[in-house]
């Protein structure tokens, strides 16, 4: 159990955090327009991304021939065809990210995560370097998207099923108007149910949640309004009729805000992203019923053995089981999806979270969403759920990304269509990474299937937690020793240049992140120092390996 001193520590990281957002905040310069923030790309500055055909291309075939909670994020990295994949491992609890000390400034700092990082190294994806200000508070900001698109939220939450016994609740991250009345979207939709969650996951004292972390967290909005109507077609900048889809699985202690600077970056490019709210247990707070029934976090202590019964098969059973729900969960979203681009959907009716949605008109997805060009992604125990949801026949996926995936959960994985797994640099321990290997080097895995990792990360390196509080992620010891800022803008650079070489993105204005070409990175074209490809990937983690 933490000792007093440890709290005393973390609220004065805390503070030291929120001191370095103020003193970015007094001296920001002008924001450059997001359209601007997306074209300046670090891999290729001047490259246009070419006409792609609908779906993917065929590419050059590559050789390829315990329970322990896994925390909230991971980095990223891209494949080289020359490499291949690596594992992951849900290490301690961990709601936090990997980012120095010295380079905590927050992605909300700035305009963008772009010009975050641009404004230290003159257009490159280097991260900024933020001094703190003396004087501390507890705020603190989320970036702005990188993508010419302003960012609406809306949440679902449908009736229970015999599949999802629980019901659904979602959270959808869209391209919105440019100018939009709607209110700014709270980070945490409850502060004190979300703030308790956490804090009981972490084990702090309630006393220090509702001292120090609910006021820090329920000052935080996301750059991103409720109800914002969808962007038009029509409008400027253009966007096609039918919008690329994509699922989002959270992680082990997560919700579905918990990851929303990745989905908010995917929907301003032009993506809907759809954030399923997973009621298994597995999330450190969820409700249902508009809020009023909780859904307690399931620990795995919690369950009690048998008689001959060993413990490991116990957490096995505990954990597929819970995978196979998050599952269903997935498939409830898709159909949910089905229904909002068929105009199907009565928000009065058919969503029990109607009252918080702004007075968004759900008639406004009818006709937009390409359901033939859906691709899903996961980290941790999301990423285990995208594996799982991956590998059941008629799956409507064309491609998947997972970040750190949870092996432990994983029952019989068959992935054949293309998938990139991107590692963080500390949280494999040599089962996990053994089979995500076996994965990958399976005769079932498509031959554009790609591992690499990022240095410099932890596993919580991917969530909102990285950039919000990086001293206070550090001292949990749920951070890695690099910039947040850098890593989050690589790894949704690399996310998105795989999700566009196998969806149809013809109608979006993305541009070409040619370091993380799934063929390899194009001649001429910087690559990132911390991203790391395949074999070399590979090797590395392997000698870094927890036993």
């Given amino acids: 159990m933490p000792t007093p001193r440890v709290f005393v520590e973390l609220a004065e990281a805390l503070a ?9 905040d007094a001296r920001q310069p002008a924001a450059r327009s997001s359209s601007d923030a997306v074209h300046l790309s670090s891999s290729s500055p001047d490259l246009a991304r070419p006409a792609r055909p609908g779906r993917w291309s065929p590419l050059p075939t590559y050789a390829s021939s315990h329970d322990r909670p896994p925390a909230l994020s991971s980095p990223h990295v891209h494949l080289h065809p020359s490499r291949l994949a690596s594992h992951d491992t849900p290490s301690q609890s961990s709601l936090g990210s990997s980012v120095n000390d010295s380079q905590s400034a927050r992605l909300s700092l700035a305009p963008s995560l772009r010009s975050v990082s641009s404004q230290a190294t003159g257009g490159s994806a280097a991260g900024a370097k933020l001094a703190p200000s003396a004087t501390p508070s507890i705020a603190a900001k989320l970036p702005k998207y990188n993508g010419p698109f302003k960012v609406g939220v809306v949440d679902i939450e449908t009736a229970p099923t ?13 391209p919105a108007v440019a100018k939009s009345l709607a209110k700014k979207a709270p980070w945490l939709p409850k502060t004190v149910m979300y703030a308790l969650g956490y804090g009981d996951f972490l084990g702090v004292p309630r006393a220090v949640t509702l001292g120090f972390l609910a006021p820090a ?32 699985s959270h992680g082990l202690a997560g919700m579905r805000t918990t990851y ?13 992203v759809i954030a399923p709210e997973h009621g298994d247990g ?42 196979e729900y998050r599952t269903n ?14 105009g199907q959907f009565d928000s009065r009716k058919d969503n029990i979270m109607h009252t918080f949605c702004g007075g968004f008109d759900f008639r406004q997805f009818a006709g937009r969403l390409d359901l033939d060009n859906m691709a899903i992604v996961g980290h941790s125990f999301g990423g285990a759920t ?32 293309p998938f990139l797994t991107i590692q963080s640099e500390t949280f494999h321990w040599r089962q996990n990474l053994e089979e995500i290997l076996a994965m990958l080097r399976s005769d079932a895995t498509h031959s ?35 910039d947040p800022y850098h890593s989050q803008l690589v790894l949704d650079e690399w996310i998105t240049e795989y999700l566009c070489t196998f969806l149809d993105v013809s109608g979006l204005d993305i541009p070409q992140y040619a370091a993380f070409a799934v063929d390899g990175p194009m001649p001429g074209v910087t690559v990132p120092e911390v991203a790391v490809f395949g074999e070399e990937s590979i090797a590395a983690l392997q000698a870094g390996l927890v036993k």
């Fill in 16 to 24: 030291a955090d929120s001191a370095a957002a103020d003193a970015a």
């Fill in 162 to 174: 015999e599949t999802v016994s629980k019901g659904l609740l979602v959270r959808i991250y869209y």
């Fill in 217 to 248: 967290f329920g000052s935080i909005h996301m750059p991103a309004r409720i109800g914002s109507r969808l962007h038009h077609a029509s409008s400027s900048p253009p966007l096609p009729e039918r919008l690329p889809v994509v699922v989002f």
């Fill in 260 to 272: 929303s600077t990745l989905c908010g970056c995917l929907a301003a490019k032009g993506f809907v």
């Fill in 282 to 323: 597995s999330g450190s707070a969820t409700a249902r019923n508009a809020y009023k029934t909780r859904i307690p976090y399931v620990r795995s202590e919690d369950n009690r053995l048998g008689e001959d019964e060993a413990l490991d098969m116990r957490l096995k059973d505990m954990r597929n089981d819970q995978v």
């Fill in 329 to 342: 969960e997935v498939f409830a979203a898709v159909e949910l999806l089905r229904n909002l681009d068929a």
């Fill in 386 to 417: 995208a594996i799982t949801a991956l590998s059941r026949p008629n799956h409507p996926f064309a491609c998947g990304v997972m970040l750190d995936p949870w092996m432990f959960p994983v029952k019989d994985p068959n992935v054949t269509v």
């Fill in 448 to 482: 554009s299937s790609r591992f690499g990792h990022v240095k410099g990360t932890a596993h919580s390196d991917c969530c909102d937690f990285a950039t919000l509080y990086t001293k206070m992620t550090r001292r949990m010891r749920q951070a890695g020793g690099g």
